[in-house]
C-alpha cells in the first residue's frame, strides 16, 4: 500500500509560459508627434523700429520660417517688412521716412525655458530701401535710397498648441547705410541715422 501512496506524493513541474507574443499581434511602434517633425511656419504680426527716423518707425512684417526637429531649439527664415515714419517738422517745413526690406535671419541654440517657452538669440540682416519725403517745401521732393543693416535679437517664443505660437523679439539694429538727411533749398539738418538704433516685433506663427 505505501508504493501508491508515494508516487502521488510527486512534486509536479512549474508550468512554463511561452514568452512569444499570440499569433496575430505586433510590437508597439514608436509615435512621433509633429513637435518632433520639421515644420515650416508662417508668420506675421505688427513690428516696431526706434532711431532710424526722426520719430518712431511702425508697420508689420510676414515671413516663412523652417523650425529644426526638436520644438523651439532652432529656427531660421526670412520676413518682409514695412515700417513708416510720422512726419517730423524741422524749420517749417516736413520729412517722413518708409523702410521697406527683407530680413533673412538664423537662430541657431535655443534655450529651452519651460516645456512650451523658449529663448531664442538670432542674428539677421535688412536689405532693402529707404524712402525720405519732404513736405511744405516750394519744391517737394522725394528720394529712394538702398537701406542695410545688421541685428542681433532676442526671441522669445511662447507654444499655444503644437500647429500655434507666439513671439516676441527685441533687437539691437546696426545700419550699414547711415544717410544724412537734409533740405537742399536752403540747406537744413533733417536727421543723421545713428550707429546703433532698436527694434521689437510680435508675431503669430501658424506651423504646417
Do not use: M
Amino acid at each position: 500500500g505505501t508504493a501508491g501512496a508515494g508516487a502521488a506524493s510527486g512534486t509536479p513541474e512549474p508550468r512554463q509560459e511561452d514568452p512569444k507574443p499570440p499569433i496575430g499581434t505586433t510590437p508597439p511602434e514608436k509615435r512621433t508627434t509633429t513637435a518632433e517633425n520639421e515644420r515650416i511656419a508662417l508668420l506675421f504680426g505688427p513690428s516696431a523700429a526706434f532711431g532710424l527716423a526722426p520719430n518712431p518707425s511702425f508697420g508689420a512684417s510676414v515671413g516663412l520660417e523652417w523650425n529644426s526637429p526638436v520644438a523651439r531649439s532652432s529656427a531660421f527664415g526670412s520676413e518682409f517688412v514695412v515700417l513708416t515714419s510720422a512726419k517730423h517738422a524741422v524749420s517749417g517745413a516736413k520729412s517722413s521716412f518708409v523702410f521697406a526690406f527683407a530680413r533673412p535671419y538664423a537662430c541657431p541654440v535655443g534655450v529651452p525655458l519651460g516645456v512650451n517657452v523658449g529663448l531664442l538669440p538670432c542674428v539677421a540682416v535688412e536689405l532693402g530701401a529707404v524712402v525720405a519725403s519732404g513736405s511744405d517745401l516750394e519744391n517737394p521732393a522725394t528720394e529712394t535710397r538702398f537701406w542695410a543693416s545688421g541685428e542681433l535679437a532676442l526671441r522669445l517664443d511662447i507654444a499655444l498648441s503644437d500647429d500655434w505660437f507666439i513671439d516676441a523679439t527685441g533687437s539691437a539694429i546696426f545700419p550699414f547705410s547711415r544717410y544724412q538727411f537734409v533740405f537742399r533749398t536752403p540747406e537744413t539738418a533733417i536727421y543723421d541715422i545713428p550707429a546703433v538704433a532698436a527694434g521689437a516685433g510680435l508675431r503669430a506663427g501658424r506651423r504646417f
